[in-house]
């Protein structure tokens, strides 16, 4: 006869097990591991839920178990899991869940020691249905455990391993209840029944028992009243005369796990490495109560952490609540005083799905381990709210920007940079990581270079009919007036008489096509004035019949009724304004120069490029001169969009405009016009990125971006208060979580569909 193999028919299967490093976050509590310990508890299969069939095999599962890890030297401390693989998911789960924020990373071993380390193993001193002392707000069995760290030397190595095997909790009841039957007949509860402090009690106990048995032998408890208290009660009132305590008492309903402790001690040093592991071993001194935990030497054991059972270990009966003391990570407190263990020093929170993928890449997110890339939204509609950056000098905001910038042209989308900083390193900088034929520049240098002074991109032609060239000689009015009261004088804007004044003439002007500069000969002599007047369109004049009225007061009449000069008293504030402008000598060459070789925004904006308007602080020595020449150039790309918009109706065909201001509280004018113009201007779709070194320099422009559901880059270095300003849009992440933020991190407030994305990312890199 052939033999038949077992195999073919019957397989055990053996768990395989995942090793987890467990990173620790000053955020972390232990007040629900015990929620760890009752998910291991689940874990039990009996023999029937073990065994499976499949078609004509039957398999059987064995058991499994889970274990927690700590491992220490001198200068670090780990914590590990190991789990079957077959529930790696809910125990991950419930690890998060006890554990909100740490990082969880799969590892492929855990530290081990030699077959010669010293190894102790703890058992109850007393029956298991004693408890040890539970106290969820408590530490102290992990603080005392990390006490031995000081005294370590270099080349220490201590373990201190927990081994949980699910068991079946049905004769547990019965155990407890035989263990408090003990105690009311004063019997001896030693876990240990061997040894002279079990003998001597047991004997005391003996006594007690023929005391009781002589006594009841006496008095005839038929015939005569017994005492109130046994003359063995008055001897030995129980050998256990302590009330128990609340955790013992609920240990009876508790659910158990077979618990296995292992202490292991390496070191050089032989003395070293035996008083490191009692050092250990009397650390769990500390959660004594009820029951305590008393350490025994094992003269020699093969340390493997993935069997079931460790040879040679006692094993006792713990309740999921006493494991809470086992299942421990540091929190501030432990993290600060050991600065040595490895921890997430902010909380990690995950990047929505959403903002996993887009154009524009801010960073790279680390979440429980996991790596993940977040960009800024990419929705239709979001993606063109406002940008804040938020860092010091030197934090990182240059080089975020050319990735940002980098990644929105290589998207077909436009970038403008406005830089009126020193010698405009910053849209250098921006420049040098782009080909060179994706770079416009304009820049303050020369004479040659200068572009007129002027909104060109609204010139009236012969095509326009009577409202679209009354509607562009407007609009370019507009944006003088802004700019004109951009520059500052005693008066913070233009009385509305002046303003008037300058209305007209700006229409009269623009309507036939004249430049800036002739708006202000207008206002200041009466013969050009009356020149462009007399060169109105003759369809224009009934539209512009008031405002020529308005003109015309300003001349000044002789006796005889001829037109000798100009009443310049009614336009002193404007007149100043001019001659402010004038003193700075780029801003006069500009405002002389035609505008006939300018380049037109409106066409520039729908190519995909850096378009980099340099006013350096060698053309522009004030911060007034550069606030003009950057409030004349962000109407001017304001104007650009709006005239677009009129071109192109359909939004979806509109290059997207990202325009970069970096210092933004330099020009306060041009602030206070993109405070103006800033919840309008996604639907240009233009995007505001701006920055500063705290939202405190941006006072007038500080509230409309959180009204325009603008988004924040705090980066490493910030101070408290930007945290205090977006505290609550912040929450859950603390002010100290902000202050801990390692260097090119940044703490993100991001907006997208769904609200607000709040997490932490390391800074794109600098492009090579």
Same mark, same amino acid.
């Given at each position: ?51 499976? #069939? ?60 030699? @077959? ?158 035996? %008083? ?9 001194? #500390? ?37 809470? %003391? ?164 005693? @008066? ?176 306060? %004018? ?99």
């Amino acid at each position: 006869m052939n033999g038949i193999k077992l195999s073919k028919y019957f397989e055990i299967i053996h768990p395989e097990y995942v090793y987890l490093k467990l990173t620790p976050t000053y955020s972390v509590r232990n007040q629900s591991t015990d929620q760890i310990a009752k998910a291991i508890c689940s874990l039990y299969r009996n023999l029937a839920q073990s065994i499976h #069939r499949y078609e004509k095999k039957i398999f059987y599962e064995a058991r499994s178990k889970v274990a927690y890890y700590i491992y220490i030297e001198k200068n670090k401390a780990e914590f590990y899991f190991i789990i079957p693989k077959a529930y790696l998911q809910l125990i991950k789960e419930k690890i998060q869940n006890a554990w909100k924020g740490i990082t969880i990373k799969e590892v492929d071993k855990v530290p081990m020691f030699s @077959d010669k380390a010293t190894k102790y193993y703890l058992t109850y001193r007393k029956e298991d249905g004693l408890s040890l002392a539970v106290d969820k707000r408590a530490n102290t069995l992990l603080s005392s455990l990390l006490n031995v760290i000081p005294v370590m030397q270099e080349g220490d190595k201590i373990g201190i391993f927990y081994n949980f095997v699910p068991c079946s909790q049905i004769s547990w009841r019965a155990e407890y209840e035989k263990t408090m039957q003990k105690l009311k007949e004063g019997a001896p509860i030693d876990r240990q029944k061997t040894g002279f402090s079990y003998i001597l009690k047991m004997l005391f106990y003996i006594i007690v028992y023929i005391l009781e048995m002589v006594e009841n032998a006496i008095f005839d408890l038929t015939k005569t009243e017994k005492q109130e208290e046994s003359l063995s009660d008055l001897l030995f009132k129980r050998l256990n005369t302590t009330e128990l305590s609340l955790a013992t008492r609920k240990k009876k309903d508790a659910s158990i796990i077979n618990t296995q402790i292992l202490v292991l001690s390496e070191s050089k040093d032989k003395v070293q490495e035996n %008083n490191n592991a009692r050092a250990i071993c009397s650390a769990f001194n #500390r959660i004594s109560e009820d029951n305590e935990l008393m350490p025994k030497k094992i003269k020699k054991i093969d340390f493997k952490p993935n069997v079931l059972y460790l040879p040679s270990v006692e094993r006792i009966k713990t309740s999921t609540d006493e494991c809470q %003391n086992f299942l421990q990570l540091p929190g501030r407190e432990l993290l600060e005083e050991h600065n040595c263990i490895e921890k997430i020093e902010t909380q990690e929170t995950e990047v929505p799905e959403e903002l996993q993928q887009g154009v524009m890449c801010i960073g790279e997110n680390i979440y429980r381990g996991k790596k993940q890339k977040a960009y800024l939204s990419n929705d239709f509609e979001y993606r063109n709210l406002t940008l804040v950056v938020i860092g010091p000098t030197r934090a990182g905001k240059t080089t975020l920007f050319q990735n940002l910038s980098k990644d929105a042209i290589d998207h077909g989308e436009c970038n403008i940079a406005l830089d009126f900083i020193a010698e405009c390193e910053f849209s250098n900088e921006l420049a040098e990581v782009l080909p060179k034929h994706k770079v416009l520049t304009i820049k303050y240098d020369g004479y040659d270079s200068l572009q007129g002074l002027g909104y060109n991109e609204v010139k009236i032609t012969e095509n326009d009919d009577i409202f679209t060239a009354y509607n562009k000689a407007k609009i370019q009015c507009n944006q003088l007036i802004t700019l004109v009261n951009s520059i500052n004088t005693d @008066d913070k804007v233009l009385a509305p008489k002046m303003e008037r004044y300058l209305e007209s003439a700006g229409l009269v002007t623009f309507i036939s096509n004249g430049a800036i500069n002739d708006v202000f000969s207008v206002l200041q002599n009466h013969r050009i004035r009356h020149e462009y007047i007399d060169k109105i369109p003759t369809e224009q004049l009934n539209n512009l019949h008031e405002y020529i009225l308005n003109l015309k007061e300003l001349d000044e009449v002789d006796k005889e009724g001829y037109i000798v000069g100009t009443r310049l008293n009614l336009i002193t504030g404007i007149i100043d304004r001019l001659n402010k402008l004038k003193r700075n000598t780029f801003l006069e060459m500009s405002l002389k120069k035609n505008c006939d070789d300018n380049i037109n925004l409106v066409n520039e904006i729908q190519k995909p490029q850096l378009i980099r308007i340099q006013m350096p602080e060698s053309a522009f020595f004030t911060k007034e001169e550069r606030d003009i020449v950057c409030t004349y150039w962000i109407t001017k790309i304001w104007l650009a969009l709006q005239i677009r918009k009129m071109k192109i109706k359909d939004r979806s065909k509109h290059v997207k405009v990202n325009i970069f201001v970096d210092e933004l509280y330099q020009v306060e %004018n041009t602030q206070r016009f993109i405070t103006d113009k800033l919840s309008q201007m996604a639907k240009f779709t233009a995007k505001m990125i701006i920055s500063c070194h705290y939202l405190g320099q941006i006072p007038i422009i500080r509230d409309e971006l959180k009204s325009a559901n603008s988004s924040y880059m705090l980066i490493s270095g910030c101070d408290k208060d930007n945290y205090k300003e977006l505290k609550d849009e912040l929450y859950p992440y603390t002010v100290e979580d902000l202050l801990n933020l390692k260097r090119f991190h940044s703490l993100n407030l991001i907006k997208y569909e769904k609200g607000y994305a709040k997490f932490i990312t390391k800074l794109p890199k600098p492009i090579k």
